[in-house]
């Protein structure tokens, strides 16, 4: 699979589980944990190899300021998203209006996130990258997350 179809993908999955959690109500206590655990991994995993993999690639193969710019600006929304807003909900009751709130901005966040990526980022990848590598990308991508996926649960189990 390619760099940018793996990417687009972890995108519907996480947006699907955003609109899942927004759906819910303060009563939703168990379910609410259910989705921001999944939210957390999906989330750490993709920006982990976004920030490890795709971004150094796309920064390297970059030719204009423009692209140095997207580059920076995708880095502090992963850095908005992951460092302030995910830790924010997740130390929030899941019963309390604030969690309802938090749950809204981190949605919010992360689809303008991914509609810019896959609006700009991605259509400038596809010019900058051969599809070969953007293949090759895709796959020590692939190979990164199921590292990641497999690293979490196991630290799960752990904290468990």
């Known amino acids: 699979m390619d760099a940018i179809k793996l990417l687009t993908q972890d995108h519907q999955a996480v947006r699907t589980l955003l609109s899942e959690l927004a759906e819910t109500t303060t009563r939703a206590v168990k379910k609410r944990g259910e989705l921001l655990s999944q939210i957390a991994?999906?989330?750490k995993a993709h920006t982990t190899i976004e920030e490890e993999i795709f971004y150094?690639?796309?920064k390297a193969a970059g030719e204009k300021s423009d692209d140095a710019k997207m580059y920076f600006e995708a880095m502090e929304e992963h850095r908005a998203a992951g460092d302030?807003?995910?830790?924010?909900l997740q130390g929030t009751a899941p019963d309390s209006?604030?969690?309802?709130?938090?749950?809204?901005?981190?949605?919010?966040?992360?689809?303008?996130?991914?509609?810019e990526e896959e609006k700009e980022m991605f259509k400038r990848?596809?010019?900058?990258?051969s599809a070969a590598?953007?293949?090759?990308?895709?796959?020590?991508m692939e190979t990164r997350k199921a590292e990641l996926l497999k690293q979490f649960k196991s630290e799960a189990k752990a904290a468990a």
Do not use: C, I, N, Y
Not at 84 to 88: A, I, K
Not at 133 to 140: A, F, I, R, Y
């Open 133 to 140: 590598e953007l293949k090759t990308l895709g796959e020590q």
């Open 56 to 58: 150094p690639a796309f």
């Open 84 to 88: 302030l807003v995910l830790p924010d």
């Open 97 to 115: 209006e604030k969690f309802s709130g938090r749950a809204k901005v981190l949605k919010e966040l992360v689809e303008h996130h991914a509609d």
């Open 41 to 43: 991994t999906q989330l």
């Open 125 to 129: 990848a596809k010019k900058l990258m």
